[in-house]
């Protein structure tokens, strides 16, 4: 596996655009194509939240029942949630322009909104936007970078990468981008993710691999603990690879999962190093689970905790609040049978033995903690399972971005 | 039932007491005695976190296996978890030193610790405080003011409550103190709480009663999501009121369930108002549920919710965080049914209305936003259950209190 520069535009037949709409943002990008030459099998997971965006449910109607995707039309700013009925056929209607443009199928049209809730989307600018997107999409890595910055919200990077790998003596691209920064606790996936592959698989396989992975990666990410209604995560395959179609659970299907997770867990830990107001990417780590279930379930804990978001922005090494959010997770276990251990890229320090503080340099723990990617380990001697999980630290700028996000 | 002044002390036969022993904190009192003059029958509900403080395992113990108890020593700074066999030995010469002089058995006596999680306490500091407290306690408002006063940790309010309530043609006092500012997402019941009452009530009925208070009023409040290692609430009744002892649910036991409630709910509002950082004291009420259940888990998913908290503290009317903390609650609803309202002590306004946003005054909004006792009233229109939830504001100051608490 190779990683190469890029996202969305690496493999081949995808074209992407960003441009002006005008939809609630000033003087920069807010709205994206994404389009493939092709028609494409497409899969999708979207957001557990019962208050689900317009886009939302129109994209999972595509997924299901459409015999094919061939673009994705996203704006910024607002989201089409809490919207009703007028909410949904504004979806209708982009899909219609985007499908006259493109001269493809309405029901091969997916879109996608992020931003506030409860307003309408002008649908007239949504159309004027997509006329736009349509002149100036390409097969470049630069039309790729336009569109991944023009999803943006509070998000202060934009977020994409991109693999190589050989499949049935064909080179095979896997790429994507995202966005999401603030109401991210993705449940069934992340908040806005595109990701595209030249790979020729059956539609059945490519939503089981979306599936399970995202149960190790976007699912695994928390910024604040807030499930939004708009989370979705599609990925379009449009076959020009050229490989014999992936069919069955086979070592080529094996190498694409490989791909497939590089591109989730690499974007997923981009939104949490990059959560709202974040200083750090903090990660935890547990390891020596009874079952995998429960290692997910005690590092989300932690990840998730206000108090330990806290710490570290405060680079304190406070053991407790570590202990205390493993206790409350909901697994049962003997606090005496724990060891924990923070960690940087140049450094690792055990800070608890058997439940109770080591001896350790405070000055040293500081020092690791104030790294721009944190780890915590949790060592719980019950088993062979692990899990991670990533989120960031909870500071100021949060604060400042959420007490007035809607100005 | 009359509402008095004071707190612990108010009930016959209570004595309190409040001193500097110099735990962790400087020049301030951090140790309290709570003491009544007969044994008492001891009602307790402790965290539901598996990493349990060792004075909530000593605690357990005494109130459940225990004929009486008469006495709780607390102190403030440190919590006395993580801290193994050594902690829970700290606890039981606590006990004993408190039974020598208080001549009382050493397990009628209850401890208590608030404070920084995994270091241990100075045991001869914590007994250098008993001898204080014994000497300095007595059954005056001044002296339960003092107790309250030196539980205090980021707390920047003492926080107690009393009433009156006549019970077999005798007066029976109700009153309780507690404590708690962070680290609050009660699991069984608070931070650190006691009541006391003269009343005379089987042991049995005692738990009963404080188990179900605590559903609607200790369990529904959270500060930071975080569930402590050491919430402890124990309520003492000593019988000195004179009445015949309650042993069945009748009237009077009724009539003490209103009195207790009272309390209860008044001490969890206060912590919840006065948690850390806040400026505003957030109260979720959801109401035409289908079940209590639901509404419980409803109003509590909004307050929890770190948007919904930073939006108090903005005063921005933000329904749709409002709708996607409701949407990920884990209740399956139809969000097209539901109303919003918010509301203060002055003014009520209707911003949401079958799920979409109404054409509400934003400036009439802030206004009612700003106030420093904020209700969001949600219509389900499902049933008739309804429940509600106490929060506060999630602000900067929140953020600076936690980002170094241990220094």
């Given at each position: 596996?190779?990683?190469?520069?890029?996202?969305?535009?690496?493999?081949?037949?995808?074209?992407?655009?960003?441009?002006?709409?005008?939809?609630?943002?000033?003087?920069?990008?807010?709205?994206?194509?994404?389009?493939?030459?092709?028609?494409?099998?497409?899969?999708?997971?979207?957001?557990?939240?019962?208050?689900?965006?317009?886009?939302?449910l129109w994209d999972r109607e595509i997924v299901a029942h459409s015999p094919y995707a061939q673009a994705v039309v996203v704006?910024?700013?607002?989201?089409?949630?809490?919207?009703?009925?007028?909410?949904?056929?504004?979806?209708?209607?982009?899909?219609?322009?985007a499908a006259e443009e493109l001269n493809i199928p309405e029901d091969a049209v997916l879109v996608a909104s992020t931003g506030v809730i409860g307003w309408q989307l002008p649908v007239n600018k949504i159309e004027a936007g997509v006329e736009k997107l349509v002149k100036e999409k390409a097969h470049t890595r630069e039309a790729g970078q336009a569109a991944v910055e023009a999803m943006m919200t509070t998000d202060t990077k934009p977020k994409q990468a991109a693999v190589e790998i050989e499949i049935d003596g064909k080179t095979v691209t896997v790429g994507g981008m995202c966005k999401g920064s603030g109401m991210i606790h993705p449940n069934m996936c992340t908040m806005l993710g595109f990701?595209?592959?030249?790979?020729?698989?059956?539609?059945?396989?490519?939503?089981?691999?979306?599936?399970?992975?995202?149960?190790?990666?976007?699912?695994?990410?928390?910024?604040?603990?807030?499930?939004?209604?708009n989370d979705?995560?599609?990925?379009?395959?449009?076959?020009?690879?050229?490989?014999?179609?992936?069919?069955?659970?086979?070592?080529?299907?094996?190498?694409?999962?490989?791909?497939?997770?590089?591109?989730?867990?690499?974007?997923?830990?981009?939104?949490a190093g990059d959560g709202e107001g974040a200083t750090a990417l903090f990660e935890t780590k547990v390891i020596h689970a009874a079952t995998k279930e429960e290692a997910r379930i005690l590092c989300k804990s932690v990840?998730?905790?206000?108090?330990?978001?806290?710490?570290?922005?405060?680079?304190?090494?406070?053991?407790?609040?570590?202990?205390?959010?493993?206790?409350?997770a909901g697994v049962d276990f003997d606090p005496e049978q724990v060891d924990l251990f923070c960690e940087s890229d140049e450094n690792r320090m055990q800070i608890?033995?058997?439940?109770?503080?080591?001896?350790?340099?405070?000055?040293?723990?500081?020092?690791?903690?104030?790294?721009?990617?944190?780890?915590?380990?949790?060592?719980?001697?019950?088993?062979?399972?692990?899990?991670?999980?990533?989120?960031?630290?909870?500071?100021?700028?949060?604060?400042?971005?959420?007490?007035?996000?809607?100005?």
């Open positions: 596996m190779n990683v190469i520069e890029g996202g969305v535009t690496a493999a081949a037949g995808f074209e992407a655009a960003g441009v002006e709409a005008g939809i609630k943002y000033k003087n920069r990008k807010d709205m994206s194509l994404l389009y493939s030459r092709v028609p494409c099998r497409a899969a999708g997971v979207f957001t557990g939240n019962v208050v689900k965006a317009a886009p939302v704006n910024a700013g607002i989201a089409n949630a809490c919207t009703g009925k007028q909410g949904y056929d504004c979806c209708r209607q982009t899909a219609k322009k990701i595209t592959t030249d790979l020729a698989i059956s539609k059945e396989l490519l939503q089981e691999a979306l599936r399970e992975d995202v149960q190790d990666t976007f699912n695994m990410i928390s910024v604040d603990g807030d499930t939004s209604t979705t995560l599609v990925v379009l395959a449009n076959g020009l690879a050229g490989n014999a179609e992936i069919t069955e659970k086979n070592a080529d299907y094996d190498k694409f999962r490989e791909a497939l997770h590089y591109i989730d867990e690499t974007l997923a830990k981009m939104m990840v998730c905790s206000s108090l330990t978001k806290a710490m570290i922005y405060g680079h304190d090494a406070n053991v407790g609040r570590i202990m205390c959010a493993l206790g409350y608890c033995k058997d439940g109770m503080l080591t001896d350790y340099d405070e000055e040293e723990a500081t020092k690791i903690l104030s790294a721009p990617e944190v780890r915590v380990i949790v060592d719980m001697h019950r088993g062979e399972a692990q899990a991670a999980a990533w989120g960031c630290d909870l500071t100021h700028e949060y604060v400042n971005i959420n007490a007035d996000y809607r100005s």
